[in-house]
């Protein structure tokens, strides 16, 4: 699994930087945008670091997208079936949180599918995503537990338990117990 990580983190930085350069944006420009530092996104861009989940969704906000488009790479029409040895998996280095893309890519399809596992005891905080208001999702959990502060309330939620919010109104998500929690991330991404 490794491999598949270190691969899809790579990519992280190409897809950057090529957002980036077609927005006509220079690092700089980017920093003042998304607050995150010109060093940084340099680093990101090399792949010298991966970056959090946090501040990848700040880039992501900065380039007018939300996280799903981001990791939606493909180009023209695919296979209808996406294997799981084939489907990108990232590890958010900070939360240890693992996301893997698990819609087949390319499809032109309007929803988005994600299976997250959410370490024990971590917790992922995101700012202001003006990027995806026009976006919304389902959380579904499978195992374990999770809180997730969404607007001005926190909903727990326990295996089987469904959530439908707006993707910009999300501003944590967090696993209050010693055991990891699995769901599916099911996102309503609107015309493409």
Same mark, same amino acid.
């Given at each position: 699994m490794?491999?598949?990580?270190?691969?899809?983190?790579?990519?992280?930085?190409?897809?950057?930087?090529?957002?980036?350069?077609?927005?006509?944006?220079?690092?700089?420009?980017?920093?003042?945008?998304?607050?995150?530092?010109?060093?940084?996104?340099?680093?990101?861009?090399?792949?010298?670091?991966?970056?959090?989940?946090?501040?990848?969704?700040?880039?992501?906000?900065a380039?007018?997208?939300?996280?799903?488009?981001?990791?939606?790479?493909?180009?023209?029409? /695919?296979? $209808?079936?996406? #294997?799981?040895?084939? %489907?990108? !998996? *990232?590890?958010?280095?900070?939360?240890?949180? @693992?996301?893997?893309?698990?819609?087949?890519?390319?499809?032109?399809?309007?929803?988005?599918?994600?299976?997250?596992?959410?370490?024990?005891a971590?917790?992922?905080?995101?700012? /202001?995503? $003006?990027?995806? #208001?026009?976006?919304? %999702?389902? !959380? *579904?959990?499978?195992?374990?537990?999770?809180? @997730?502060?969404?607007?001005?309330?926190?909903?727990?939620?326990?295996?089987?338990?469904?959530?439908?919010?707006?993707?910009g109104?999300?501003?944590?998500?967090?696993?209050?117990?010693?055991? $990891?929690?699995?769901?599916a991330?099911?996102?309503?991404?609107?015309?493409?």
């Open positions: 490794e491999n598949e990580e270190d691969d899809f983190a790579r990519s992280i930085g190409e897809r950057v930087r090529a957002l980036r350069n077609e927005r006509g944006l220079t690092l700089e420009q980017l920093a003042e945008m998304s607050g995150v530092s010109r060093a940084m996104i340099s680093r990101i861009e090399r792949a010298e670091t991966s970056p959090t989940a946090v501040l990848l969704a700040r880039l992501c906000s380039l007018g997208l939300s996280l799903s488009v981001f990791f939606d790479t493909a180009a023209g029409a /695919s296979e $209808p079936l996406a #294997r799981r040895v084939d %489907q990108p !998996v *990232w590890r958010d280095p900070e939360s240890g949180y @693992l996301r893997r893309v698990v819609g087949p890519p390319g499809t032109g399809s309007c929803v988005d599918v994600v299976e997250v596992e959410f370490p024990p971590a917790e992922v905080r995101f700012g /202001s995503q $003006p990027a995806s #208001r026009t976006q919304w %999702q389902h !959380v *579904w959990l499978f195992e374990g537990e999770m809180e @997730l502060a969404v607007g001005e309330r926190t909903y727990r939620l326990a295996a089987g338990d469904c959530l439908h919010m707006n993707v109104e999300v501003h944590a998500f967090r696993n209050p117990t010693d055991k $990891p929690a699995r769901y991330v099911v996102i309503d991404l609107g015309p493409r």
